[in-house]
């Protein structure tokens, strides 16, 4: 651990290690994915402690509009409108949990989780319920974009200094390279 805290980032802590299975596979063998995107819209900009962690937007959100708008983007999705796609990879992912709340301190969250994400997924999406959360579209929105299934300029890719990958989660050992091989089939959407 030591060694390895020595050429990270700064931002970077491993807090335990262990030996894997050689069938592991640190993106393949996931299971889950847990993000969380902090904005603040306050008139001031964030607290300087924390604006590597927090986009900051000029005025008012409506996190009640933003969790709205994020219900219909759950389940089992092509997600290409939210994507930069690869060559080769598939855009159809799970979204399992997309939630909006006012922190006690006025930061607002966005926790999402999924079986996988797309290149800028996240941010894309967030990108979206801001510019509901904003009353700059309508709470519809979001769901048309999805539907659309491509590409919309108005999407704005939201900072990536306020998204925070809190937790991977991966099957037991003994299904590591079952649940990798699962992961590595390109998925079809289904009709």
Do not use: K
Request: with cysteine; proline share 7%.
């Amino acid at each position: 651990m030591r060694r390895l805290g020595g050429v990270l980032a700064d931002d970077v802590v491993v807090t335990s290690a262990s030996l894997v299975p050689q069938s592991f596979d640190a993106r393949f063998s996931a299971t889950e994915r847990r993000y969380c995107y902090r904005v603040a819209d306050t008139p001031h900009r964030p607290d300087p402690l924390l604006r590597s962690q927090v986009a900051w937007v000029r005025g008012p959100l409506d996190p009640a509009a933003m969790h709205a708008s994020a219900q219909p983007l759950l389940g089992e999705h092509d997600f290409i409108a939210y994507c930069r796609p690869r060559p080769g990879a598939t855009t159809i992912r799970t979204l399992r949990h997309l939630d909006v709340a006012r922190r006690a301190d006025g930061i607002v969250e966005v926790h999402v989780a999924a079986d996988a994400f797309c290149h800028n997924q996240v941010r894309a999406m967030v990108g979206a319920l801001l510019a509901v959360g904003s009353g700059q579209r309508d709470g519809s929105w979001p769901a048309q974009v999805l539907a659309d299934a491509r590409r919309d300029g108005a999407v704005h890719v939201a900072p990536p200094h306020g998204l925070t990958l809190e937790h991977v989660t991966y099957p037991p050992d003994d299904e590591l390279a079952a649940q990798a091989e699962r992961a590595r089939s390109v998925r079809q959407a289904r009709r």
